[in-house]
């Protein structure tokens, strides 16, 4: 069942209003990933909803169907989700959901200790971390899958931002956040920052990683810039439910001139 033809009401309709085209090729496809978006109402800024459109395109180059579901407060958790993205917002879009994603938590935690792969950015990083403090000293709880604190300041940290990352070579991307995050022991930084500050003004490290969930500050969109980190997530969520993942031949020329141009761009 693809996410247009569900029936109504069961809060799972796309509400941006993108059409999935059907799959380029006529083979068969090798599997369906249900890929969730959370909370796109609230926390949808900078382009964040593209990271759901690029795995969605990848998932298709590669020969699987995507099913693109939306999560937003109040709805029915869907079943059966594969891959998790989550993007940034105002601090009044956190405070939107905070309730709503704390009484989520058991569902996200026990989907994150089960190995899905996820991507959580800025709002919703700060959130899956124990807490957000906002500059105004309010404090928004997080669900703590992630062993991060933040807490918010008055100086904003804007711009583009160049990471070095083990796992998926160089990371390109915009942050304008005014949290600043602290790690614990239990998680990994995703990379050092070559360019921008990413978690804090003083550690030199952007985002976080723990089991297949990737956390991190940046926007742009996100994906569109950085297929490796993209098909991480698309690879592991086939391998997680299908015990294999077979490619197929993605065209990362549009990716190649993001990133040549993303990388010219001054901080
Ligand atoms: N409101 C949060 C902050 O300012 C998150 C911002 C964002 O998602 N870009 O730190």
Known sequence: MTPQSQPAGSGHELSFGHELPPLDSA???KGTIRILQLYPRDMNIYGDWGNALVLAQRLRWHGYTPELLEYNVGDDFPSDVDLIVGGGGQDSGQLVIQDDLLARES???????????????????????????TRTGAVIPGIGILDVET?????RLIGNVSVSSPEFGTILGYENHSGQTTLGPGVAPLGATAKGTGNNSTS???????RNVVASYLHG????????????????????????FISGSPDDSYAVLA?????????
């Open 221 to 244: 969109s996100l994906l569109p810039k950085n297929p490796a980190l993209a098909d991480f997530l698309v690879r592991t969520a086939v391998e997680r439910k299908y015990g294999s």
């Open 204 to 210: 030199g490290q952007e985002g976080a990683r723990y």
């Open 27 to 29: 083979e068969a496809s």
């Open 107 to 133: 569902t996200l935690r026990e989907l994150a200790e089960d190995g899905t792969p996820m991507l959580v950015i800025c709002g919703l990083y700060q959130l899956f971390g124990k807490f957000f403090k």
């Open 259 to 267: 990133r040549e141009h993303a990388a010219r761009r001054p901080r």
């Open 151 to 155: 807490h918010g300041t008055e100086e």
